[in-house]
């Protein structure tokens, strides 16, 4: 959310637990004349595997931009094992928008990018109806119809990839898209598909969460965005919310409550992707603050 | 809640939703003298039945106690189809509390009774652990320990439901009892069992699961009150609740953030069961405000 | 929520608290062939007054339109010193949204207005600013910027009052409108100018509630809807909602935290205020579920 | 929570923020061979201070525990202008529990302490009415009744605080207590006095909140611990929740739900104030996870 002017370097990393990782990580970049400005770490004492999360300023710093990879590398991350990726600020993640019939999602994701919210370029909306181009529109954004069927499936993938890449997308977002991603595509884009399910996970699970919940006579209904991954809906959890229902409520509020809960656990989610402070390790998330 | 001095009636109905039926039910009691001081009704427009929870003073009531039941029955309820209950308020409900090792539920139980919150009696605590009588011997019940084992399970229930009748018990409440109740019990107290699941139903049925939720990485935890059915973790759902977790919460966290949301969501549950405020069909609840 | 194809009516109704009120108000729609499909009612036992909203279909109903409010009046209103309205589903509330340069709500309202989700029309917005007009247009709704100054409040307010006089408008709602109504115009629309304010009051009443809840360190920031009165921040509450914080979040984060609970609190009491589901009695409101 | 075998120290601090604390800091104690299972810091952007929690296994480390606080100050914090406590585990906090006529935070917390769930000693209960003496009594606490009147407070009060002085307690939470801390005793435990106030604060401070919040018309209600200060209400917040109600809540009703709100967050800011979580920094906490 923060404005900056100044460029910085975020590094995440994650490395089997030892004692003097925070130091040395620190004073890598204190030493080499960069002012830390975001520092924070957890410690899985289960699984013994330390992931931190640290920012600075490049204003000043020593190693030039194009080597800090190299350096860290070298110096720190092999010693301990690391596996670690370096983002800049400047360098802005270029996130495809994936829709279907719709529009709640949609209109919250892009009413912050227009509002300047954000970090990221929206440079294409992708969608297998045509329902929703006038909102792409709208926003002066390219819409993409892929009509998929079970025949053309992997046609159409196909194209929607080269599209992705032509575009130097760096994430999907499925907001309500409604169709199963194939697993090559997956394997293209790890950790790097945000859906949104439209119930608490893990339960319900699949098509039509509301009316399952309802049939159910549950008294809390939820949302839930999640990296996508080959299992449905089984991936790695990055925000969930929930509401109140009780008896009175139809299906038909459910949905509407549902709702609102879908765009802001999703437009959340796409913030901590944006951000960079969403590190995955075995199927779970660590979302920094 | 509210500390009644005069006693009153309670009738719980549900029957197939016709046009009129509120009118004749308010015009039974008012041309009866009865002053109606709670009134709150439900349509299920999916199933078409209609619910209703209606509460009048008896002083000046035209009709005899005694034989409310059957006028209604005669006047009122065959017309319609109706499905009944009428309950008084001066016949407090007894309960049975059953508990095994963890004494959250049961002290937050007991301290609301202690208090005089709630218009019941609890004549009995049940375990198959003698761990907790010492609680039980702080606030004067009698406490009654039996060891359930494979083998001796349905010599035990027997005993159980023996003393049970013994103590004119209307209704169980499975503290954290962690014994799985069987068939013949459940029929002796159909929807007249309430337990607490450590989690939101219906993700995680079954054993340990905060060790479940922990391991599936969910952001959001919870506790569900039920009726008991044959079913494990299946019968109509009371109350739920949540708490927001983070990668930084371990086990030992969840189990005891959960324990806040189990002793408030059960406590909650038989609270609205003592206030006569629950009605179950078809595997969901109605709970009246 | 729910589409209707056959008109109805809408009785919204108080009145001091006297036996046999509900009884009286549907046989009236029942004797009269009104199939009722929605009744909810509330007795304020404190102040002995006696609420309820109850909704037929027109179609076949023995009273001809026209000539409802008058039946009711004279066969049951004066008899029971009723206070009511009477709405029907066909004729729309027509909405007036005043915006000034924050987007989040008035996207919020427009995504639900597009997606045919009210029984309402918006036939247009105003402004002191003329920064949001592309978000009017990009909706084809007529945008209106008043640019009010202490010198000219008087004169902007009578122009604005001719415009929503010659749009039929019968409600207001400001989302995010940064500027104070004068006297004049609340007394022209009653509890129908609905406001949001980015705290859960009575806490931080007046500008910069985000800058006084991060001063005083709250760990709970929310978001309150409420009918304008004269007093400032002190009509009638709709709707609240509240988020955790932390020490870490800046006020940047409580900002930005705040603003998805003010549109979703904004828009549900819009919503509610449209279903004609909300009634004020004495600077508080009864919300019908 | 973490039941430790091994004893450790604790060491809270804060002071302008500068490069490389952290690695001086985690230097010192890898260097001196201990094993540091927590580190978590927090650097106030605004105010420019940074605050760190950092806990260390003494099992080997090289500076004997009674020359920790000395080494610590001489080597680091004197360099970077340190405000820093340091704790053993090994050292329980010792509380004294203040309450009065309602028993419902007082059985959360006896509840938590009887089960072992914090590192704490209680050896007396303070109250200005007899009341409770039955539940002190069931824990095996001992009782001390001060009938505080406007006429004897101070006498009263000097009695207390020799009370608490010859049972060496480390702080005290007021547990519904009812009365105003005197600032003399203030004084004495700055910080170390910890309240539950049954609202979110700042909204309804002083007497009779759920009355106030029944009056104002409010949607939410709430509760709010705090460190007791001069000023009434207005000390370093140190945990808030909310639950929703409806114009179907009665004063009783809002009681009601108000104290399970009061218990869960008044134990859970007892438990973080047990742990060496919370630093106080301008009348605003820091309370880490």
Request: hydrophobic residues 40%.
């Amino acid at each position: 959310m923060i404005k900056q002017s100044k460029d910085t370097a975020v590094l995440l990393l994650h490395c089997p637990d030892k004692q003097g990782i925070i130091a040395t990580v620190t004073e890598f970049i204190n030493v080499n004349k960069g002012n830390i400005i975001y520092l924070d770490q957890h410690t899985d004492t289960v699984q013994k595997v330390f992931f931190m999360r640290i920012e600075w300023e490049l204003e000043g710093f020593l190693i030039p931009r194009d080597k800090i990879i190299e350096y860290f590398s070298t110096l720190i991350a092999q010693k301990y094992s690391m596996d670690f990726q370096i983002y800049f600020h400047s360098q802005k993640p270029r996130m495809a928008l994936f829709v279907s019939k719709s529009a709640h999602c949609m209109y919250d994701l892009l009413a912050h990018y227009e509002a300047g919210d954000w970090n990221v370029e929206i440079p294409l909306v992708i969608s297998n109806h045509p329902d929703l181009e006038h909102i792409a529109k709208k926003f002066g954004i390219p819409f993409y119809c892929f009509p998929i069927t079970k025949d053309n499936k992997a046609e159409m993938e196909a194209k929607e990839m080269q599209l992705l890449a032509d575009n130097g997308i760096t994430f999907c977002v499925l907001a309500r898209y409604m169709q199963i991603i194939s697993p090559e595509m997956i394997k293209r884009y790890p950790n790097k598909i945000i859906n949104i399910h439209h119930s608490f996970l893990p339960a319900f699970v699949g098509a039509k969460p509301y009316h399952a919940a309802f049939e159910r006579g549950v008294k809390i209904i939820g949302a839930t965005s999640h990296y996508v991954t080959e299992e449905l809906d089984a991936g790695p959890i990055i925000k969930q919310d929930v509401a109140r229902i009780s008896h009175k409520d139809t299906i038909e509020n459910l949905i509407s409550k549902g709702q609102d809960l879908e765009k802001v656990v999703l437009s959340r989610a796409v913030e901590k992707h944006i951000e960079r402070k969403i590190l995955v390790y075995k199927n779970k998330t660590i979302v920094f603050g």
